[in-house]
């Protein structure tokens, strides 16, 4: 399973950005999909996840300003970003836990930089 990421790029702060996730190769199914980010502090940074059913969960950081979906048939998901923040800036990168028949295991997107200038 390979997960490609894009729609990344430069926004000024209060604009918006959607980045997606698109995962192929996938035999048998996904679980959850989610978002973490790397900004300037090189830490990894929980975002939003959501399963499969649509139940989502948020960062504090995020919350009320991004918004995260997916389309199962696709295989793909998606984080509309609004109210974008200096801080924001960061290399996002998508994950899915893959079920592949007799264990679930992780993968994870390329990453895509998002950059908001002030």
């Known amino acids: 399973v390979q997960l490609q990421a894009s729609g990344g790029g430069l926004v000024q702060a209060g604009g918006s950005l959607r980045i997606s996730c698109a995962a192929s190769?996938?035999?048998?199914?996904?679980?959850?999909m989610g978002w973490y980010r790397r900004g300037q502090g090189n830490q990894r940074e929980f975002i939003a996840t959501?399963?499969?059913?649509?139940?989502?969960n948020y960062a504090d950081s995020v919350k009320g300003r991004f918004t995260i979906s997916r389309e199962n048939a696709k295989n793909t998901v998606y984080l509309q970003m609004n109210s974008l923040k200096p801080e924001d800036t960061a290399v996002y990168y998508c994950?899915?836990?893959?079920?592949?028949?007799?264990?679930?295991?992780?993968?994870w997107g390329q990453g895509t930089q998002v950059t908001v200038s002030s």
């Open positions: 994950y899915a836990d893959v079920f592949t028949g007799s264990k679930i295991v992780v993968r």
């Open positions: 959501i399963n499969t059913a649509g139940v989502t």
């Open positions: 190769g996938v035999m048998f199914s996904i679980e959850n």
